[in-house]
């Protein structure tokens, strides 16, 4: 017994470092490569709110394409007056669901205060419960900060999350979004030494380094499927090396083995 527990701990000690952990990127409109895409709200047919970036009745103007991921945006402005759009006092969502285990969220933010009024009043919910916000007033210069993090966590349990980017407040104050993109991250479930970077073309495998060996980490459904596999190697490999234990010193083995 306590030679198998050996085992076990010796094959949980390296599965860790088996996990490929891969960023996929979800542009603003694009579906990613599994189907999901952002849904915007509210969205009514003849009503405006959100758009997709660089339309006339959009908020912001005049920004450098070249460094918006797929040169693309969508343009959303909570105003608590008229004004702005077809939905006064009402509050926009961005929701994205998705599988993994951690996301960043980027925008680009403007900083005039006027044309647009490039204010900040965002608040991030994973699964319905509120995680983050992002608050800031824009500067009063020309120009747009690109591939700003407004929100990342990297503590998500493994399995489905729903985010949402909800922009403004019911009475509060007017506040402009430019969606970037969503990043997410997911342990593929392969052995890091037949992941291929051709996987997708967003995605970029990583091996996830001792520090990312967390329980929460290896405890995700892709980790427990390859910790499977290797389990059932263990397994084969432990009984086999039982029926030789007579013939070997225990102390012998551990030391070899650790
Ligand atoms: C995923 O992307 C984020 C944001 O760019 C980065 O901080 C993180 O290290 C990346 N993770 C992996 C596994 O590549
Ligand atoms: C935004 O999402 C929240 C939570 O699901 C919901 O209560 C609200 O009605 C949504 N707003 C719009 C405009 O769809
Ligand atoms: C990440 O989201 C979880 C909810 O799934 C929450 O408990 C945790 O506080 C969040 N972490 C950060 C850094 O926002
Ligand atoms: C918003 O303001 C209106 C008018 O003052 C008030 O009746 C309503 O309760 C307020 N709602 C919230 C969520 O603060």
């Not at 608590?80 to 006092?89: M, V």
């Not at 503590?155 to 493994?158: A, E, H, N, Q, R």
């Given at each position: 017994m306590l030679l198998l527990q050996s085992y076990l701990s010796f094959f949980l000690l390296i599965s860790p470092a088996l996990a490929v952990l891969v960023n996929r990127t979800i542009d603003d409109t694009i579906q990613d490569s599994s189907g999901n895409s952002v849904q915007y709200s509210p969205n009514e047919p003849g009503r405006r709110a959100w758009n997709v970036g660089g339309c006339s009745q959009c908020a912001a103007k005049g920004l450098d394409t070249t460094q918006l991921f797929d040169k693309t945006w969508h343009d959303g402005t909570y105003n608590?007056?008229?004004?702005?759009?077809?939905?006064?006092?009402v509050p926009l969502n961005a929701s994205f669901s998705f599988t993994g285990t951690a996301i960043y969220v980027f925008c680009a933010i403007a900083k005039t205060t006027t044309n647009p009024t490039g204010n900040s009043d965002m608040s991030f919910y994973i699964d319905d419960v509120l995680s983050g916000t992002f608050v800031k007033q824009a500067p009063g210069v020309q120009g747009y900060d690109y591939n700003v993090l407004v929100y990342k966590n990297e503590?998500?349990?493994?399995g489905q999350h729903n985010f949402r980017l909800q922009n403004g407040h019911v009475n509060g104050t007017k506040s402009l979004v430019l969606l970037d993109k969503i990043v997410y991250t997911f342990?593929?479930?392969?052995?890091s030494s037949t992941a291929s970077p051709s996987s997708g073309r967003d995605e970029t495998p990583s091996t996830s380094s001792s520090s990312s060996a967390s329980p929460s980490t290896t405890n995700g459904n892709s980790a427990s499927r390859s910790r499977g596999k290797g389990g059932l190697g263990t397994m084969s490999l432990a009984s086999l090396t039982l029926l030789v234990v007579p013939l070997v010193g225990t102390s012998y083995l551990l030391g070899f083995w650790m």
């Open positions: 608590p007056d008229p004004g702005s759009n077809d939905f006064p006092n503590s998500l349990s493994p342990d593929d479930g392969s052995d």
